[in-house]
């Protein structure tokens, strides 16, 4: 199995389908690469990249503390493994929160941004409360819980749920609270006019606490396209897949990121 590996740092486990442009998926706490199992209709123009985020499925654990910078050091590592020097960089939920961090640490090695239920910091009342009880569920060793809960809220399909289950299953409770942690407390929000790539926010329709944080998004980057996808809340990837990936497909040629 493909791992990014590094002396002192858990190995990070990846895998890489397509070929054409180098797009990295970053998934939300706990949920890992399984998440962005449909977007395997992009192959044909573009190099997809998944991986389990530190703690993670099949990925390492390590006891120092987690950082927003080391969750984006570890984008960085999986894609040296892949021998990617620029990608478009998607983030989805609180791993559009490692996104951002990682288009402001390297933007040499970023291209484009697009962020899927993207928020710059947790400044809602609703969204507070996920993290918070994501964190309790964690330290409370609630994983079979939350795995289910997880895998019900992200796919319709039977099979497809079960898959994602035992692989959310195999995430550190201990890691996964401290990952929680970080993201509840991140913000970007001073740093955002500092990302000079384009930018690409999908949300769907009826995520309704999370689509106001467009509109700092809007004002301080110069190249932002925001799109609903309708009939779908917060599961874009998964539960409106089709669409969004119609989206990424149209935005790409648009922006002439893909190749020629």
Same mark, same amino acid.
């Given at each position: 199995?493909?791992?990014?590996?590094?002396?002192?740092?858990?190995?990070?486990?990846?895998?890489?389908?397509?070929?054409?442009?180098?797009?990295?998926?970053?998934?939300?706490?706990?949920? $890992?690469?399984?998440?962005?199992?449909?977007?395997?209709?992009?192959?044909?123009?573009?190099?997809?990249?998944?991986?389990?985020?530190?703690?993670?499925?099949?990925?390492?654990?390590?006891?120092?503390?987690?950082?927003?910078?080391?969750?984006?050091?570890?984008?960085?590592?999986?894609?040296?493994?892949?021998?990617?020097?620029?990608?478009?960089?998607?983030?989805?939920? *609180?791993? &559009?929160?490692?996104?951002?961090?990682?288009?402001?640490?390297?933007?040499?090695?970023?291209?484009?941004?697009?962020?899927?239920? $993207?928020?710059?910091?947790?400044?809602?009342?609703?969204?507070?409360?996920?993290?918070?009880?994501?964190?309790?569920?964690?330290? *409370?060793?609630?994983?079979?819980?939350?795995? &289910?809960?997880?895998?019900?809220?992200?796919?319709?399909? *039977?099979?497809?749920?079960?898959?994602?289950?035992?692989?959310?299953?195999?995430?550190?409770?201990?890691?996964?609270?401290?990952?929680?942690?970080?993201?509840?407390?991140?913000?970007?929000?001073?740093?955002?006019?500092?990302?000079?790539?384009?930018?690409?926010?999908?949300?769907?329709?009826?995520?309704?606490?999370?689509?106001?944080?467009?509109?700092?998004?809007?004002?301080?980057?110069?190249?932002?396209?925001?799109?609903?996808?309708?009939?779908?809340?917060?599961?874009?990837?998964?539960?409106?897949?089709?669409?969004?990936?119609?989206?990424?497909?149209?935005?790409?040629?648009?922006?002439?990121?893909?190749?020629?």
């Amino acid at each position: 199995m493909p791992f990014a590996k590094e002396r002192r740092q858990p190995a990070i486990y990846y895998e890489t389908i397509g070929k054409g442009t180098p797009i990295i998926f970053i998934p939300p706490p706990g949920v $890992g690469h399984l998440t962005f199992r449909y977007q395997v209709e992009l192959i044909d123009e573009c190099k997809l990249i998944t991986f389990d985020i530190r703690g993670d499925g099949q990925s390492g654990r390590s006891s120092e503390p987690m950082t927003m910078t080391q969750l984006a050091y570890d984008v960085k590592r999986v894609l040296d493994a892949n021998r990617v020097r620029k990608a478009v960089i998607c983030g989805y939920s *609180n791993g &559009a929160c490692i996104a951002q961090e990682f288009a402001l640490t390297y933007p040499e090695r970023t291209v484009g941004l697009i962020l899927i239920g $993207g928020y710059f910091a947790v400044r809602s009342f609703l969204l507070e409360k996920e993290y918070q009880i994501g964190i309790w569920a964690a330290k *409370n060793g609630l994983m079979t819980l939350l795995a &289910a809960g997880l895998a019900k809220n992200h796919f319709s399909d *039977n099979q497809a749920a079960k898959e994602h289950y035992q692989e959310i299953k195999k995430t550190n409770s201990q890691m996964l609270a401290e990952q929680y942690h970080v993201g509840l407390h991140y913000s970007s929000a001073d740093r955002l006019h500092q990302i000079n790539v384009p930018l690409l926010l999908i949300y769907g329709a009826k995520d309704y606490y999370i689509q106001s944080y467009q509109y700092l998004f809007r004002r301080l980057i110069h190249d932002v396209e925001v799109v609903y996808i309708q009939q779908t809340k917060h599961q874009v990837p998964t539960k409106a897949s089709h669409e969004c990936n119609a989206v990424i497909r149209s935005w790409l040629k648009r922006k002439k990121l893909l190749p020629s």
